[in-house]
């Protein structure tokens, strides 16, 4: 209750700080298309409103987990606000690397009203964090590779008979199990349950089995787009955005299969020590109703809070309607899957060690 109160007066004293200059937040995030859409989506506008306030950027989340380890130890924080996805989160807030966050007191209301732990997504919050974005992981394909009949639904990821030719496919049993369990007829909702089990895990292998050979394993981020592109594969699993920034700005002839999406969660965590006044102010503005409709203006990442989600509209730069291009586009969302952080924070090691057996098995 104490910590609360604190919380809601020191928001509140947040304004009398508006004047003061010199200021400076640092944040890390990812860099590239991403960064550039947190920038001109609530980090410009905030410093227009906040005159001698300065935002620098330090695209260092890749090593979040390590940077934040080696300045708390140090006791030189140096990041004001981290950007990370949940999981992260989770064993950054399990070590005493983050502030705990109480959503209700700290962050705005939705526009009609609701407070932040009924606008938000479940899954979006948690003990240190707050998302501010969902993106997918997906199947794209190249429709000039498929003139007639089109892949529709995760199971046309493994039918090679209607739709020959290689896939692409990341080198990790993440979204690989889950999708094979799907194309083999497991309920999503089912889906981590049967993970839970051998048997489940067997029988997603198994499925995978039937591709194995036609598969090409990538593992970084930009490659899906470019074996689409050189017509290596004609389907691949994908990170949306990236497909996006493909369809849209280089014209290329992707498109995304929707159907079971895995979709997961980024946004803020707090470093610890770091609770100050502005940062609470920022992490309040950068997640309210607006800034996260605003945000998907400028990359294909659907907002956290429900209410956001009327708000959005067109691309900034291109004036593409984005609705059909948001993992929570209301037809996109219609079959798809959470990412289970849980599941995969306690399974990731042994199942990657299983998974890296099969790959090597002949």
Request: aromatic letters at 10%; charged letters at 20%; proline letters at 5%.
């Amino acid at each position: 209750m104490f910590r609360t109160v604190f919380l809601i007066i020191t928001l509140a004293a947040s304004a009398a700080h508006s004047a003061m200059a010199g200021e400076t937040l640092t944040i890390t995030s990812w860099g590239g298309a991403y960064e550039a859409s947190q920038r001109r989506a609530y980090a410009e506008p905030f410093m227009q409103q906040h005159e001698g306030v300065e935002i620098v950027w330090e695209a260092k989340s890749h090593n979040v987990l390590a940077g934040l380890r080696a300045q708390v130890e140090a006791e030189d924080v140096v990041w004001d606000l981290v950007d990370l996805l949940p999981d992260a989160a989770q064993i950054a807030c399990d070590e005493g690397l983050l502030e705990p966050l109480d959503h209700n007191a700290m962050l705005a209301r939705g526009a009609d009203g609701s407070l932040p732990s009924e606008d938000f997504y479940p899954g979006a919050l948690s003990n240190c964090f707050v998302a501010t974005n969902v993106y997918a992981n997906v199947i794209a394909y190249n429709t000039e590779l498929f003139p007639a009949e089109q892949p529709t639904t995760i199971r046309d990821l493994f039918d090679l008979e209607r739709f020959p030719g290689k896939r692409g496919l990341e080198r990790t049993p993440l979204n690989n199990l889950e999708w094979a369990l799907a194309a083999g007829g497991v309920p999503l909702d089912e889906i981590y349950a049967t993970l839970a089990t051998d048997e489940g895990v067997r029988r997603a292998l198994t499925r995978l089995d039937g591709i194995k050979d036609s598969v090409i394993w990538w593992e970084l981020g930009a490659q899906p787009q470019q074996l689409l592109a050189d017509k290596e594969v004609v389907m691949t699993a994908a990170f949306n955005g990236r497909i996006f920034h493909a369809q849209v700005n280089e014209r290329q002839p992707f498109k995304i299969i929707w159907d079971a999406q895995v979709f997961e969660f980024d946004g803020w965590g707090i470093p610890k020590g770091k609770a100050s006044p502005r940062v609470l102010e920022f992490l309040r503005y950068s997640t309210d109703t607006q800034r996260l409709a605003d945000q998907a203006k400028y990359i294909s990442y659907g907002p956290a809070r429900r209410s956001s989600g009327p708000l959005v509209s067109t691309h900034a730069d291109t004036g593409v309607e984005m609705q059909p291009h948001l993992p929570t586009g209301k037809a996109n969302l219609s079959n798809a899957l959470p990412k289970n952080i849980e599941f995969w924070t306690d399974n990731l090691d042994e199942l990657q060690q299983v998974f890296n057996a099969w790959l090597n098995k002949d």
